[in-house]
Structures are given as structure tokens and as C-alpha cells.
């Protein structure tokens, strides 16, 4: 009897080992993961500081004066914060084209420059142009519900595409090469005498480890002379 007592208490005991083994690596594991995701969300928060940073210069550049001033085309600038590497470029949003000023045929040559076939071209068009009957777009993501668009069609418009400048075609001298291109505008220079202020700022940062972030702003520049806030924002997204 006290055999069999032994032996189902070894039993037990190992049965509680074995349990209190597998507890504690499922705790190692489980602190292990904590550890790994607050690292990466600690990167994260640092590469998008950095493209913040990346904003606030791209600003200041935006309101220096004479030769030093960054001209709104798109221009590819190099910068450095902390232990990050910025790519900025800063467009004008005359550059592009308008959803609710646009002729029906422009919205149609780009759509088929971003690969969208003549009928699902025709579809978006037809529905873009019912939709500004009614009332205009005011985010850019209104375009991406409409019909015969995908996100891989949106994805190759959506920087060549906006609701702010007001203008039926976009101005030659800032619209990007895949603009110029899809519409065949003519070769203009003199950007930055008609840049506006609504302008678009587009940050990426990269940390050492190779965290990233990516930061797209429009903003209004200067909105009020009264003010103390450089410029006002439109749209964020990161």
C-alpha cells in the first residue's frame, strides 16, 4: 500500500514539475515577446519622430528666403537626424490633378496610364463626375470607393491626384514626370513662382536598424499672416 502511495506521489510530483516547466517557458516565452514588441514599438516612435523632424525642416525650408528656399517640384532631399536617414520631397498641389475640376478626359488618360482598362476607366469616370454633381470630394479616399478602382489602381494615382488647387489641368512646371507624361503637358519651367500654398510634404525616415517610417502631409502654408502657426494641416497620413 505505501508502495503504491510512493508512487502515485512521484507521479504528482513529476506531474507538478513537469506543469510548473511548461508555466514558466510559456512566461519566458510570453516576456520575450513583450520585450521584442515594446523594442519595435520603441523604433517606430523614433522613426516617426524622425519623419516629423523631417516636416518641421522641410517647413523652414519652405519659408526661407532667396536662393537657400526649397522649391516645391518634387526635388529629392537628403537629410540626417539623430542616427536616421530623411528623404523629403515637397510638391505643389497645382502640380496635380484635380478630381473636382478636371475634365472627364483627363481623369480617363490617367487611369489608363496607372494600367485600368477602357471600361473600368469609364466606370470611375462616369461615377467621379455623378459624385461631383452632387458635391465635391474632400479627401482623396473618397476616389478609392468609387467603382472599376482597386487599391492597386488608387495606390498609382493617389500622388498624382488632389482635391485643393481648384485648377482643371495641373500646372506644367510642377506636375511630376508620370503627370506630364499621362497627360501630355508641355514642358514649362518657373515652378516655384506659381507654386501656391497648399503643397504636399513627403517624409521617409529610416533608422540604423532599418525601422521606418513613412509621413505624407498636405498642408497650408502661411494661413494667416495674424498667426503664429507656420501652416495648417489638410491632410496626415502616415
Keep these: 500500500m505505501r508502495r503504491s502511495q510512493r508512487g502515485a506521489a512521484l507521479i504528482l ?6 506543469l510548473a516547466s511548461t ?13 521584442k514588441q515594446a523594442l519595435w514599438q520603441r523604433h517606430q516612435t523614433r ?15 519652405l519659408l526661407e528666403r532667396g536662393p537657400r528656399r526649397w522649391r516645391p517640384d518634387g526635388e529629392l532631399h537628403r537629410l540626417t537626424f539623430d542616427d536616421s536617414e530623411l528623404a523629403v520631397r515637397v510638391r505643389s498641389e497645382r502640380g496635380k490633378l484635380d478630381l473636382n475640376a478636371a475634365p472627364a478626359s483627363d481623369v480617363r488618360r490617367l487611369l489608363n496610364a496607372c494600367g485600368t482598362g477602357e471600361g473600368a476607366a469609364a466606370d470611375t469616370v462616369a461615377a467621379l463626375m455623378r459624385r461631383r ?13 468609387l467603382p472599376g478602382m482597386t487599391y492597386a489602381r488608387y495606390r498609382c494615382v493617389r500622388p498624382l491626384i488632389t482635391v485643393w488647387s481648384g485648377m482643371p489641368r ?69
Design 13 to 18: 510530483v513529476l506531474w507538478v514539475i513537469a
Design 23 to 35: 508555466l514558466l517557458g510559456s512566461l519566458a516565452v510570453s516576456v520575450q515577446l513583450q520585450q
Design 47 to 61: 522613426a516617426a519622430l524622425a519623419a516629423e523632424a523631417g516636416l518641421t525642416r522641410a517647413v523652414a525650408g
Design 133 to 145: 454633381d452632387r458635391q465635391p470630394l474632400r479627401l482623396l479616399e473618397a476616389f478609392r470607393s
Design 170 to 238: 495641373p500646372d506644367p512646371a510642377l506636375a511630376p514626370p508620370a503627370l506630364v507624361s499621362a497627360l501630355d503637358l508641355p514642358s514649362v519651367e518657373g515652378a516655384a513662382a506659381r507654386a501656391g500654398q497648399i503643397l504636399t510634404v513627403d517624409v521617409r525616415a529610416t533608422l540604423a536598424g532599418g525601422f521606418r517610417s513613412h509621413l505624407a502631409v498636405t498642408l497650408l502654408l502661411r494661413p494667416s499672416s495674424a498667426g503664429t502657426q507656420p501652416y495648417r494641416v489638410l491632410r496626415w497620413q502616415e
